[in-house]
């Protein structure tokens, strides 16, 4: 599976960017995407996932009412539509996929380290 992640740029606080994550390769209902962010000197950092077979959802607390993960199957893409952006949402946005036909549970997928394919990761700056 490979990923490509593309949308990031600058915008300014309180804009919307919509950040697209497109997965070719083998992959099916089973797949869990994921999106995570890093900014310079901190620990990458969970924003949200998306059960690609129900749809289900999970949003990190700092984003959540602001940022929304979807995909479509036709296009086999996932996207972040981020809204209300803060200076403090600046980072590189990482896709991350994990193939997982048991559900586990939120903290399972909120953990980066089970995912086994990631994206190039794209650059989102807020600026103030």
């Known amino acids: 599976v490979q990923l490509q992640a593309s949308g990031g740029g600058l915008v300014q606080a309180g804009g919307s960017l919509r950040l697209s994550c497109a997965a070719s390769?083998?992959?099916?209902?089973?797949?869990?995407m994921g999106w995570f962010r890093q900014s310079p000197g901190k620990e990458r950092e969970f924003v949200a996932f998306?059960?690609?077979?129900?749809?289900?959802?999970f949003y990190a607390d700092s984003v959540k009412g602001r940022f929304t993960i979807s995909r479509d199957n036709a296009k086999n893409t996932v996207y972040l539509q981020m809204n209300s952006l803060k200076p403090e949402d600046t980072a590189v946005y990482y896709c991350?996929?994990?193939?997982?036909?048991?559900?586990?549970?939120?903290?399972?997928?909120?953990?980066?380290?089970?995912?086994?394919?990631w994206g190039q990761g794209t650059l989102v700056t807020v600026s103030s």
């Open positions: 390769g083998r992959t099916d209902s089973s797949y869990v």
């Open positions: 991350a996929a994990v193939r997982s036909p048991t559900y586990y549970s939120v903290a399972y997928y909120r953990n980066g380290r089970q995912y086994d394919y």
């Open positions: 998306i059960n690609w077979g129900s749809s289900s959802t």
